[in-house]
T-cell receptor, first 112, second 111 residues
Framework: NAGVTQTPKFQVLKTGQSMTLQCAQD?????MYWYRQDPGMGLRLIYY???????DKGEVPNGYNVSRLNKREFSLRLESAAPSQTSVYFC???????????FGQGTRLTVV | TQLLEQSPQFLSIQEGENLTVYCNSS?????LQWYRQEPGEGPVLLVT?????EVKKLKRLTFQFGDARKDSSLHITAAQPGDTGLYLC???????????FGRGTSLIVHP
């Protein structure tokens, strides 16, 4: 059982480059989330998707866009990367009626 | 805005010692969760508490939810090196089911 799979695991970008972080879950969960984790800041919500076809902004959405491609996949796009977006990005999913969030292993992104 | 304040931020102790981590908020939560995160991995749920005053035990870990459902604590008895990690509390409000995380407590247990 793969759970939540994120790709890539590591990425280095130059300022101004764009990229898409991929996330897929095989647990048939309705809700999916993107968080970023910075030292001393815990996890902060970027965007979430309560169900297929819907997305909403979280606490720190500026500079990001998301796509809920289908029930399994939820991608995060950086259109023009900035050094402030250097972080570890986590995707998570949650089943309907449950409160536990299941996390992927994270993508460590460095913007130089 | 961090709605959940965790303390202490860092904790370095010897094997066999006891410790308590606190998670405080001015907001009321419908449930509160504790996650543990190891280096290079995503957080993994340890427990969810939903009732004010609730106490849950998981082997040497004891979790308590405050009566007013605004705060929680995690107590570890006789800590072991395997307990080393980042402990995160997360509050869930109303029907949103969106976990809001504290900044975390980094625990190191020395052999």
């Amino acid at each position: 059982n793969a759970g939540v799979t994120q790709t890539p695991k590591f990425q280095v970008l130059k300022t101004g480059q764009s990229m898409t972080l991929q996330c897929a879950q095989d647990m048939n969960h309705n809700s999916m989330y993107w968080y970023r984790q910075d030292p001393g800041m815990g996890l902060r919500l970027i965007y979430y998707s309560a169900s297929e076809g819907t997305t909403d902004k979280g606490e720190v959405p500026n500079g990001y866009n998301v796509s809920r491609l289908n029930k399994r996949e939820f991608s995060l796009r950086l259109e023009s990367a900035a050094p402030s977006q250097t972080s570890v990005y986590f995707c998570a999913s949650r089943p309907s009626g449950g409160t536990e969030a299941f996390f992927g292993q994270g993508t460590r992104l460095t913007v130089v | 805005t961090q709605l959940l304040e965790q303390s202490p931020q860092f904790l370095s102790i010897q094997e066999g010692e006891n410790l308590t981590v606190y998670c405080n908020s001015s907001s009321v939560f419908s449930s509160l969760q504790w996650y543990r995160q190891e280096p290079g991995e995503g957080p993994v749920l340890l427990v969810t508490v939903v009732t004010g005053g609730e106490v849950k035990k998981l082997k040497r870990l004891t979790f308590q939810f405050g009566d007013a459902r605004k705060d929680s604590s995690l107590h570890i008895t006789a800590a072991q090196p395997g307990d080393t990690g980042l402990y995160l509390c997360a509050g869930v409000s109303g029907g949103s089911y969106i976990p809001t995380f504290g900044r975390g407590t980094s625990l190191i247990v020395h052999p």
